[in-house]
């Protein structure tokens, strides 16, 4: 393969789904942890590769050009299709089963990773910022999404694992850590469960952890209040 650098950060959720993919297809790749809170995505070194400044951010380096990418779904994408002649099946090649994880990941995009935005922006907008009835509906419907998907399946396009049930455990990991009580939505909880035995998986459950206290430290209640 193509010498590769994939920047992230460990508190980040998108930075956390990719890394999982990079582990679980064992990607020789070159790691470049950024710390978010001390502003290093936005130094001018990370954004002359990104002007964004968000992470995660690949950059493909194929002799001639840098390819660079960001956006966790599409670096997901990528780097599942980049790998699939070494014969792994996280993202098969059928065009159906691909159009299902797609489906998967853009709800991850713009629903469940929504709710913890909402989560995480609330948490940094004042002094005791206290979790609505609002904020709790929308995390139960984002969730009983998930729970429908699941249904009669032990992954979420299925009984295979693919690309889209590492980035709906990085979300589905953050909102644990967040306080939330994944124990009420049992085929979720039993997923959640069978996803520990993948590789990377520790890494980012202290990521999310990381992340997790310090929003709880910021917010006045709990999702239990």
């Known amino acids: 393969m193509t010498p590769m650098t994939l920047y992230v950060a460990s508190m980040s ?9 990079v582990r679980n ?13 001390a502003g290093e995505h936005r130094r001018s070194e990370f954004t002359k590769i990104n002007p964004r400044c968000c992470v995660p951010t690949l950059v493909d380096n194929d002799g001639h050009n840098d390819f660079i990418l960001w ?4 670096i997901m994408i990528y780097l599942a299709e980049k790998c699939q002649r070494f014969g792994h099946s996280l ?11 797609h489906q998967r990941l853009f709800h991850d995009a713009s629903e469940l990773y929504v709710r913890i935005l909402d989560i995480a922006n609330l948490a940094f907008s004042g002094v005791n910022p206290m979790i609505t009835v609002q904020h709790k509906e929308n995390l139960k419907k984002a969730l009983q999404i998930l729970e429908s998907f699941l249904e009669g399946h032990d992954y979420m396009t299925g009984n295979s694992i693919t690309i889209c049930d590492f980035a709906y455990f990085a979300s589905v990991c953050t909102l644990v850590h967040f306080g939330y009580a994944i124990s009420k939505f049992p085929c979720i909880s039993q997923w959640y469960q069978r996803m520990k035995k993948y590789e990377g998986i520790k890494e980012c459950d202290e990521g999310a952890q990381e992340f997790g206290e310090m929003i709880k430290g910021k917010l006045g209640n709990s999702f239990n209040d």
Not at 13 to 21: F, G, K
Not at 25 to 37: G, P, R, W, Y
């Open 71 to 74: 956006e966790s779904k599409a």
């Open 25 to 37: 297809l064992s990607i020789d790749i070159e790691i470049k942890q950024l710390n978010l809170l």
């Open 13 to 21: 959720t998108p930075s956390r789904a990719v890394l999982l993919v």
């Open 91 to 101: 993202y098969p090649k059928c065009i159906k089963t691909r159009a299902v994880i």
